[in-house]
C-alpha cells in the first residue's frame, strides 16, 4: 500500500458556489465586439469582472464541477478512481448524445451526415478505452485502501452508460430496472428501453432501400434484446458486394463495425483492468466480477456486420 496519504489542495470554498443545475446568465459577443475589447485591453486578457464568477467558470460551471469530487476513505488512490470515473460519465454522455444523433439522420435518410457523425463517436470510445491507461496505475493494495468504502457501488449502475448501451441495441429490462426508484431519470431509461435503437434504425433504412426485410425485424418489442435475423445478414451481404465509396450503406456499415470493435475494446480492457485490481473476487455491485465482465466482452453489437464477413 502507498506510504504516503492523501494531502488535498484547498481548491473551492463549496459555500460560494451556485448549485443550481441550469445554465449560468451570460451576454453573447460578435467579432466586432471582441476586436473591440481587444483593442481597449492592448491584446491583454481580461481580468476585471462585476459579480463574483468570470465568464469561463459560468461557461461551465467549473466551480460546481470541480467542488463535486468527495473522495471517502484515506487510501492516496481513490482521488484518481472517483475523478477517472466522473470523466467517464461525461463521455459516456458524449458519446451517447452522438449516437443519438446519428439515429435521427438514419430515420431521415441522411446516411452521409450520420457516418460523419459517427467517426466522432468512435473518437469518444477511443477515448473512453484510454480512461484505462490511467485507471491500470492503481495497484491492487491501492484499490483495497478504498474498496469497502464503495458499498455496492457499481460501474453497472451508470444511468449514463445504461443509455449508450440501449441506443447501441443491447437492452436489458433487468438492468434498466436499478434506476425505477429515481423519478428524475427513470423516465428517459423507461423511453430508451423501449424505443428503436441506432441498429434498429440503420435494418428499416435497408428496407427502405428496397432489401428484403423480415417483419419480425421492422416491428417488434424494442425492449427485447437484439436477435439475429437472417434477412438482416442477406441485406447486408448484398450492400457488401459494392464496397465502393459511393455507396452510402457500406459506408455506413463500416463505420458501425468501428464503433463497435472500438466498444468491444474497452470492455476488453475493462475485464483485464478488473481482474488484476480483484482476480476472481465478488464485484461491489453483485456480480461475479471478472466472470460477469468476461461475459459482457463476448457481446458485439450489430451482430450480422461481424457474421457476414466469413463469407467474404
Not at 459511393?246 to 463495425?257: I, K, M, Q, W
Request: proline letters at 5%; glycine letters at 6%; a negative charge.
Amino acid at each position: 500500500m502507498p506510504a504516503y496519504r492523501p494531502q488535498f489542495p484547498h481548491i473551492v470554498d463549496i459555500s460560494g458556489v451556485n448549485a443550481s443545475a441550469e445554465a449560468r446568465p451570460m451576454p453573447m459577443t460578435t467579432d466586432t465586439s471582441r476586436a473591440e475589447t481587444a483593442q481597449s485591453t492592448g491584446g491583454a486578457p481580461l481580468v476585471d469582472f462585476a459579480g463574483k464568477s468570470n465568464p469561463y467558470v459560468d461557461y461551465q460551471s467549473i466551480d460546481l464541477l470541480l467542488s463535486l469530487q468527495h473522495p471517502r476513505s484515506p487510501g492516496y488512490d481513490e482521488t484518481c478512481f472517483f475523478i477517472m470515473g466522473q470523466v467517464k460519465e461525461l463521455l459516456f454522455k458524449a458519446l451517447h448524445f452522438e449516437l443519438y444523433n446519428a439515429q435521427l439522420q438514419l430515420t431521415k435518410d441522411c446516411v452521409d451526415n450520420a457516418c460523419e457523425i459517427l467517426v466522432r463517436a468512435k473518437a469518444y470510445a477511443q477515448y473512453i478505452t484510454s480512461s484505462w491507461d490511467v485507471l491500470s496505475t492503481i495497484s491492487p493494495a491501492g484499490f483495497n485502501e478504498f474498496r469497502d468504502y464503495l458499498g455496492t457501488a457499481s460501474g453497472q449502475l451508470s444511468f449514463m452508460y445504461r443509455h449508450v448501451e440501449f441506443v447501441l441495441g443491447n437492452k436489458s429490462a433487468r438492468l434498466a430496472s436499478a434506476f425505477k426508484n429515481m423519478p428524475h431519470v427513470w423516465p428517459g431509461i423507461h423511453a430508451a428501453l423501449h424505443s428503436r435503437s441506432l441498429y434498429d434504425e440503420a435494418i428499416a433504412l435497408l428496407s427502405r432501400r428496397g432489401h428484403a426485410i423480415d417483419q419480425a425485424a421492422l416491428e417488434r418489442d424494442w425492449s427485447q434484446p437484439y436477435s439475429v435475423n437472417a434477412s438482416v445478414e442477406q441485406a447486408w451481404s448484398k450492400v457488401y458486394e459494392d464496397p465502393g465509396p459511393g455507396n452510402d450503406l457500406y459506408r455506413l456499415a463500416e463505420a458501425l463495425v468501428a464503433l463497435s470493435d472500438q466498444i468491444s475494446q474497452y470492455r476488453w480492457r475493462h475485464f483485464v483492468s478488473v481482474q488484476r485490481l480483484i482476480g476472481f473476487k465478488a464485484g461491489t455491485g453483485g456480480s461475479a466480477g471478472v466472470g460477469w465482465l468476461q461475459h459482457v466482452t463476448e457481446h458485439r453489437h450489430f451482430p450480422e456486420l461481424w457474421s457476414i464477413r466469413t463469407d467474404f
